[in-house]
């Protein structure tokens, strides 16, 4: 899923095994210790959003809703987050939801301006997708039908 949007990057890098390793452990380390601050789970979750695998993706959305829901004051820094996870995921309404509120607030912001463009590129690309199914499903109908009335005018 290539683009040419430089502030989108995020929807392409992910971090290497290791480096998502390093803040798992600091995330266990210090859930462990019943204590987990806000930095090392946000910094946990950003990683896994930003990791191929879905599970993952899936863990750091539930992780960065919980910080948006807990810490007004960390929310801006969650709505690019969400929108990102929610979109590698293929959730495009809920994707396009979090990156309109981050625009509401910051017009300008790149990131957000180019995952919109990513977003709506998607959305495009689904609907284009959605069409042929339902054209391939409508002619498949009306050879069946055909074949039908064939069958029945044979009779």
Request: glycine fraction near 6%; aromatic fraction near 10%; charge should be positive.
């Amino acid at each position: 899923m290539p683009t040419d949007l430089p502030y989108a990057a995020d929807a392409q890098v992910s971090l290497s095994y290791d480096e998502l390793e390093v803040l798992r452990l600091q995330y266990q380390k210090e859930l462990a210790q019943s204590h987990v601050t806000v930095q090392t789970k946000f910094n946990y979750a950003w990683g896994l959003v930003k990791s191929p695998v879905r599970e993952h993706q899936v863990e750091g959305v539930r992780l960065l809703q919980d910080i948006y829901r807990t810490e007004p004051g960390r929310r801006r820094e969650c709505l690019y987050y969400l929108a990102l996870g929610y979109y590698k995921m293929g959730n495009y309404a809920d994707a396009k939801s979090f990156n309109d509120l981050l625009l509401q607030k910051e017009p300008t912001n790149m990131q957000a301006q180019s995952l919109g463009s990513l977003i709506e590129q998607a959305v495009t690309k689904e609907g284009y997708v959605g069409m042929a199914l339902a054209g391939g499903v409508a002619a498949i109908s009306t050879l069946i039908v055909a074949s039908l009335i064939r069958r029945a005018t044979r009779k």
